[in-house]
């Protein structure tokens, strides 16, 4: 009964590479979003979706493709790795944006 | 621009009481969210605060002031695993910002 769940936990991939994170949540919120955090702890958001539709869209490279098959899941795909992208990423969602509930996060490592 | 202001690190001791400031400046303001999170976790709420005033949950309360665009998560009767670091959150006109994080270390 994982309220917000993310797939795979860890990641280590090759420069280049192309790779997609799972998210599925089973709270019935209607609002899923994806963050980076990155090795100084910074948590910045990347994309937010309400309903499958894209509500938030920072300026993240469109290498870093969003997908959301319906408002249980959303996904993210992101093409052509860079050593830069090695992070943490985590996956949360939330009825109202003020109370996120955050997955248990994936540590991409790019080598 | 928008931005969020908290202290980088705290130190406290156990059993005592400490706050954690958060300055912003937003276009547009829908509220103020406080999460914590542990070394090797994920983010987990804790409060929010929409209107000035003080709202208590537990040993946690959190302030707000929207005149002076100014917030605090206060923690009282320090626990060991109160040491993590602690993030303020504010969401603006189709924006989500959030702060840099407080690390708080707690001493014995």
């Known amino acids: 009964d994982t309220a917000v769940s993310q797939t795979p936990k860890y990641l280590v991939t090759q420069m280049g590479n192309d790779k997609s994170i799972k998210c599925e949540q089973n709270l019935g919120h209607d609002t899923m979003y994806w963050y980076k955090q990155d090795s100084k702890k910074f948590l910045k958001i990347m994309f937010s979706y309400n309903n499958k539709e894209l509500i938030i869209n920072e300026t993240v490279p469109n290498r870093f493709s969003p997908k959301s098959p319906d408002k249980a899941h959303l996904n993210l795909h992101i093409n052509s790795l860079e050593l830069g992208d090695s992070a943490v990423y985590f996956c949360a969602s939330s009825h109202q944006a003020n109370e996120q509930y955050f997955g248990p996060g994936t540590r991409l490592t790019v080598t | 621009g928008q931005s969020l202001e908290q202290p980088s690190e705290v130190t406290a001791v156990e059993g005592a009481i400490v706050q954690i400031n958060c300055t912003y400046q937003?276009?547009?303001?829908?509220?103020l969210s406080w999460y914590q999170q542990h070394d090797g976790g994920a983010p987990t709420f804790l409060s929010y605060?929409?209107?000035?005033g003080l709202e208590e949950t537990g040993r946690f309360s959190s302030f707000l002031s929207r005149s002076d665009s100014y917030g605090y998560l206060l923690l009282q009767e320090l626990q060991m695993k109160d040491s993590a670091s602690y993030f303020c959150?504010?969401?603006?006109?189709?924006?989500?910002?959030f702060g840099k994080g407080t690390r708080l270390h707690i001493l014995p």
């Open positions: 605060n929409a209107l000035d």
């Open positions: 959150a504010v969401r603006g006109v189709d924006k989500i910002i």
């Open positions: 937003t276009s547009g303001f829908y509220g």
